[in-house]
């Protein structure tokens, strides 16, 4: 992990969202040398799932060495921003730092978007960064460090990353081009760069959206902390970067990123909007232009050999013997499955009824998530060969219906692996 060197010491970071997660680890970070943090967030009781307020942050940063001003502050809300600014000011002579971190996120398609989901997610990643980021401006720009971090992604046009759930791309593409515009409007002034990570990164919302045993494939909030502080350090000229945290730190000298891991040594999932398999983004435009063909390991990954006879029923069948109480307790959920090819046709799987139950045909209790794919890759996904992230990620998989439901599915997906 990066050291602390105490360059921080007596800053002040104005952090959105720092009750909880990748927020408040970069806010433990700094504290570490020294800092002041104002920790801008809504959260003042604890969610039965989300543990962690403002309050309890502010005991956190304090325990470590740092000083500490819970804010009140909705995003949506100018007044509260205006305010907690206000407060920072007067308690700690003014802001060295922006974190742009607060964000509102749907996975789910156009037609399954409400408006006021969408409104959320615009008006919290877009417009909230770009009033906090307007309100801190004319104090950063008195700072020797200033610098706005916004914990958004690279600008990765490809339609892979839109296709799927285009309202939440757009309002955290807003984020960052908000780095793309105020970094050239402030130049010299103020650093303005955007951080996202390479892989998942594990916190309690990610446990209450995937559910148990989702945070073996992610990396700890330190990785997203040690890249942050990483540049902070660096002067006001590196300005306008969209950075990968794991690139980032390579080039501190870090090797070992086994420490970063929950589990080390279990593979990881891929984040969103980082194109870690060319094969899957480039598989259409290589059709389309008539590309030579993929290397020789691209042809493995994409192969679609032809599917055992039975192979959908047969997976059905070794389904049912894995199904419990416990199981069906966890998960709560009835899936629908819409396959197309050989052994396709409607199946469901029951985890929400008695002991559960699955097979052809349509459920007898009211459907709570809707997958359509070939049967091919249902079975391939099943049988740990197709990662159901990477399979939605890449329009293999569509999803209908309650998204943290059908992450949950995954848990099962992986009891499977060994059995198909």
């Known amino acids: 992990m990066l050291p602390n060197t105490g360059k921080l010491a007596g800053c002040t970071l104005f952090i959105t969202g720092a009750s909880r997660g990748i927020g408040k680890a970069i806010a433990l970070k700094a504290a570490r040398d020294g800092a002041n943090i104002v920790i801008a967030a809504k959260t003042t009781q604890a969610h039965p799932k989300l543990p962690g307020t403002i309050y309890t942050a502010a005991e956190e940063i304090e325990a470590v060495g740092g000083k500490a001003l819970p804010c009140v502050v909705d995003v949506r809300d100018e007044q509260q921003i205006s305010d907690a600014v206000e407060k920072a000011v007067q308690k700690f002579g003014g802001i060295d730092v922006l974190v742009n971190n607060a964000s509102a996120i749907s996975l789910t398609n156009t037609l399954e978007t409400p408006t006021k989901r969408v409104d959320l997610m615009m008006s919290v990643n877009t417009r909230g960064t770009y009033l906090t980021s307007k309100a801190c401006i004319p104090y950063l720009k008195k700072s020797k460090i200033a610098h706005i971090l916004n ?183 009835v899936y629908m499955f819409e396959l197309s090819g050989e052994d396709g046709g409607t199946w469901y799987l029951d985890l929400k009824n008695n002991g559960g139950t699955a097979g052809s045909g349509h459920p007898s209790e009211p459907v709570d998530v809707v997958m359509t794919m070939t049967t091919s890759d249902f079975v391939k996904m099943f049988s740990g060969k197709l990662k159901p992230a990477m399979a939605f990620m890449s329009g293999k998989l569509k999803i209908k219906g309650n998204m943290a439901l059908a992450i949950k599915l995954e848990r099962l997906m992986t009891q499977m692996n060994s059995r198909l």
């Open 151 to 333: 914990l958004s992604p690279p600008l990765n046009l490809n339609p892979i990353w839109f296709k799927q759930h285009c309202a939440y791309t757009i309002a955290k593409y807003g984020m960052s081009m908000c780095v793309l515009g105020m970094a050239e409007e402030f130049k010299g002034e103020i650093a303005v760069n955007a951080l996202w990570p390479k892989t998942a990164i594990h916190t309690a919302a990610m446990d209450m959206l995937g559910g148990s045993g989702i945070e073996s494939q992610c990396r700890k909030a330190d990785i997203i902390a040690d890249a942050a502080y990483s540049i902070f350090s660096k002067p006001k000229s590196f300005t306008g970067n969209f950075i990968i945290d794991e690139n980032l730190l390579k080039e501190e000298g870090i090797k070992n990123f086994d420490v970063y891991a929950v589990k080390p040594g279990h593979p990881l999932l891929p984040d969103f909007f980082v194109d870690e398999y060319p094969e899957l983004v480039t598989k259409e435009v290589e059709k389309q232009q008539d590309a030579a063909p993929p290397a020789k390991d691209w042809k493995q990954y994409l192969q679609q050999p032809k599917l055992a006879a039975g192979a959908v029923e047969e997976t059905f069948k070794i389904l049912k013997t894995a199904l419990s109480e416990d199981i069906v307790k966890a998960t709560q959920a």
